[in-house]
């Protein structure tokens, strides 16, 4: 069946929508590409028992670092995209993208990106770890999953005791 | 605020508005005479603080930014000096208290003479300084109850004779502290809660600490912090003779044809040059910018640079030399909570000639680490960088983890210095600062002798797992000493002991340049006794002047 460009049109208004729904649009990257960045972030913080990378939302918080703080790193993540393509053809013949690569062989594959692409691995390592732990206002750390995940309790004002050994009870 | 014009000789013109310069600036304005205080970075209030770690620890808000100012380093003479960040400092009204740790030691009796107790120590600079504890002490005490200092007096047994107590009480142990006290007795240590210039109480207007947790590298948002920002800059400003100019980067202190100071030359924040016109001129810039200025404002008179007739300028640099081990425990300390420091001890500061090696240090138990920077730099070795292992890590250890840093001698040795780069320039077009540092020999086998005793305080404490650092020479400071030593004998030392310059009577140097041993770190208590004592020995030179 043939469809019209006014039917394609739509499927990408559609799509668009979708994705805003779930969450907030991108600014830097392109759906494909943020996709795979994604999926190197949650091989850095997995999922599983609580929240990881991908929960976070951590991808949007990179993305606001190469439209902002970072910009300067963009030709760095373009370079290192392509490296980590050219990677998983050679490692996975058959696969399409990272994202759809299962977890071993993810993990696989970036064991190998750490040592020769060192230099794009360690930047998307940074920003997923900033990510994850920066205030949620930057886009990433969603619902405070990062900080909930290492027991910090946001505020401006705490009385003492603060933990187990200076409660009183703890002598 | 008074506004002078460039062309009123103002009596006094300081250069920096930070520890040493607030003081000075409060001190002199109060005593009536006409001040201007310039400061080459901006005035922030407590409403531009926020507990956002991105941007606080890694844009450098509150420090100076390597980008605009960059520095080189290079470790010995041998080689070319790379840009490298190698000196860190507060940049903006208040210096380095504003983002400080609040850490608030007096030198001890004996670090005023560790030369004539222990003899001169091969490859180092070492000598007296030229003034005593004793001449200090009733500075060290106005500067406590000036700014307001937390603490207990008489509980660290080393330290020296005070004449009033703490005008506040200490804050209490957090589980650091309280697991280090308990370390500390079953050891037969001494250890003794922490002198923080934070308000454990309210006082003279302002607020107690919070707890918030985001002290170190942060500004305080219940001005707390005893930065020389909300307590003695204000104070100059109320005189109505103090002017302070921000955005105002100086670039050379102006001398005349008999060599004395002038004024000084600056960029405002649009990079327009202006001369302020003054009767003296106080340099307050910290020990790497101070003698850096020294250098840039060379003349015929003064062709080495401006007091550098004997080429001592910038020489016997000391840096922030110590190393932070870490402990994890069974159960959360949420060391997060507070501030960072509150139990310390001084049993291994004096040196001691059984170990065979010059120096010593003080050791206190903290937690300065922020969530980022915990999971980017604070992990033992051997945990994974990535992937799940990493994840539980963390998880685990944010709230179980606390550190024991060290704060130990770094000796003076002539060739470690600041001066000029010959090549890199600022974003004004100024030659870059360049420091050439290698730690003396003595200073590595401190670390390593402190760092043991750390890790046996930690595992005394009941540490699961604790890992620290290699030893290895500092390449990187906060702290910044010694450079424009002060001393008796104009060939060996740059200010006479009321911290004027010796070749050039109204010009004064006071800050961590002043310094003449490193003591045992926590140089910001030492400084600003110092600024209280040379602001007094000011008024009475512009007196008889
Ligand atoms: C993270 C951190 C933690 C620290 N913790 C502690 C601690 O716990 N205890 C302790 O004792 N010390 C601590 N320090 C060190 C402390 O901040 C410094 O020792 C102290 O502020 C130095 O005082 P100063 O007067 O010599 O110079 P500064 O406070 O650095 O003031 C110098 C001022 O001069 C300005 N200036 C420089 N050059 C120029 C120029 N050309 N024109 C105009 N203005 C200029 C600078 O911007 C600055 O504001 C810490 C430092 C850091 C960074
Ligand atoms: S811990 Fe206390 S002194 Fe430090 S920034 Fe927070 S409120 Fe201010």
Redesign the interface.
């Known amino acids: 069946m043939k469809v019209s460009r006014r039917e394609l049109a739509l499927i990408g208004v559609w799509a668009r929508a979708e994705a805003a729904q779930s969450s907030p649009s991108f600014r830097f990257f392109d759906a494909a590409s943020a996709r795979e960045i994604e999926a190197i972030a949650s ?4 999922s ?1 028992d ?1 929240p ?1 990378a991908r929960e976070a939302g951590v991808i949007h918080f990179i993305d606001r670092a190469l439209e902002t ?1 970072d910009r300067d790193q963009r030709p760095l993540y373009q370079r290192g995209l392509a490296q980590a393509q050219t990677l998983r053809r050679r490692l996975f013949p058959a696969s399409r993208d990272l994202a759809s690569l299962n977890s071993a062989d993810l ?1 696989r594959l ?1 064991e190998t990106l750490e040592k020769e692409s060192a230099e794009f691995f360690e930047a998307v ?2 920003h ?3 990510g ?4 949620p206002s ?1 886009g990433g750390n969603r619902d405070q999953v ?2 909930r ?4 309790t ?13 409660a009183p009870e ?1 002598e | 605020m008074i506004a002078y014009r460039p062309r009123d000789v103002v009596d006094f013109a300081i250069i920096g508005a930070g520890a040493a310069g607030g003081v000075v600036a409060k001190e002199l304005a109060a005593a009536g005479f006409s001040v201007v205080l310039l400061e080459q970075g901006p005035n922030f209030t407590e409403k531009d603080y926020s ?4 941007k606080f620890m ?2 450098r808000v509150l420090t100076n930014n390597h980008r605009q100012q960059p520095n080189t380093f290079r470790v010995t003479d041998k080689e070319k000096a790379v840009v490298q960040p190698a000196v860190g400092y507060g940049r903006q009204v208040g210096g380095g208290t504003v983002h400080f740790t609040g850490n608030y030691w007096r030198l001890h009796p004996g670090d005023f003479n560790e030369r004539s107790r222990w003899g001169a120590v091969p490859g180092a600079n070492l000598s007296d300084w030229p003034i005593t504890y004793e001449e200090l002490e009733p500075y060290y005490t106005k500067a406590e109850q000036e700014l307001g200092i937390s603490g207990l007096g008489g509980a660290n047994p080393f330290d020296g004779p005070r004449s009033r107590p703490y005008p506040l009480p200490p804050m ?4 650091s ?3 280090f006290d308990r370390a500390a007795k079953k050891l037969g240590l001494h250890s003794f809660p922490a002198p923080l210039a934070i308000l454990s109480q309210p006082y003279r207007g302002r607020g107690a600490c ?4 985001f002290c170190e590298g942060f500004g305080c ?1 219940m001005r707390a912090k005893s930065s020389t920002a909300v307590t003695v800059i204000p104070a100059a400003l109320r005189t109505g003779r103090c002017e302070l100019r921000t955005g105002a980067v100086v670039s050379q202190i102006e001398t005349d044809a008999l060599g004395r100071v002038t004024g000084v030359v600056y960029f405002d924040a649009r990079k327009a040059s202006i001369r302020q016109r003054a009767k003296a001129v106080v340099v307050c810039a910290n020990g790497a910018e101070t003698p850096r200025l020294l250098l840039l404002s060379k003349s015929a008179r003064f062709p080495h640079g401006l007091a550098n007739g004997h080429g001592v300028v910038g020489k016997n640099l000391m840096w922030d030399t110590g190393m932070l081990a870490m402990g994890l ?1 069974e ?8 501030v960072q420091v509150t139990r310390v001890l001084h049993d291994y500061y004096d040196s001691d000639g059984k170990r065979g090696f010059f120096g010593g240090g003080g050791i206190d138990a903290r937690f300065d680490w922020y ?2 920077g915990f ?2 730099d604070g992990l033992p070795k051997d945990v994974p ?4 292992g ?2 539980s890590f ?2 685990e250890a ?2 179980r983890t606390m550190s024991l840093c060290g704060h130990t001698t770094c000796l003076p040795v002539e060739g470690n210095r600041i001066d000029l780069d010959p090549a890199q320039k600022d974003a004004w077009g100024l030659p870059a600062l360049r420091a050439t540092f290698k730690n003396h020999p003595d200073d590595l086998k401190t670390l390593r002798f402190v760092l043991d005793r750390q890790l046996e305080i930690l595992a005394a404490a009941g540490a699961r797992r604790v890992w620290s650092d290699e030893v290895k020479d500092v390449a990187f400071s906060v702290h910044l000493m010694g450079t424009c030593r002060m001393g008796n004998d104009p060939r060996t030392s740059v200010v006479n002991r009321d911290h004027q310059a010796h070749e050039v009577p109204n010009l004064f140097l006071v800050d961590g340049s002043s310094f003449v041993t490193s003591g045992r770190q926590q140089p910001t208590c030492t400084i600003q006794a110092l600024a209280y004592r040379a602001s007094e020995k000011m008024v009475a030179w512009a007196r008889r002047a």
């Not at chain 2, 209490?172 to 589980?175: D, I, L, Q, S, V």
């Not at chain 2, 919070?210 to 947790?213: E, I």
Request: with cysteine; charged share 15%; aromatic share 18%.
């Open positions: 091989a850095i913080i997995p599983g609580s990881g703080f993990i970036m390592r940074v997923t770890i900033m994850f732990f920066a205030d930057y990062g900080w995940h290492i027991g910090l946001t505020g401006h004002h705490f009385t003492a005791p603060f933990g187990y050994y200076d703890a | 507990h956002d770690e991105r890694f844009d209490p142990a957090k589980g502290g309280v697991l919070a707890n918030c947790g948002e425990f159960q959360p300390l949420n060391e997060y909570k507070g969530p980022m999971a980017l960088r990535w992937g799940s990493f994840k963390v998880g944010f709230t």
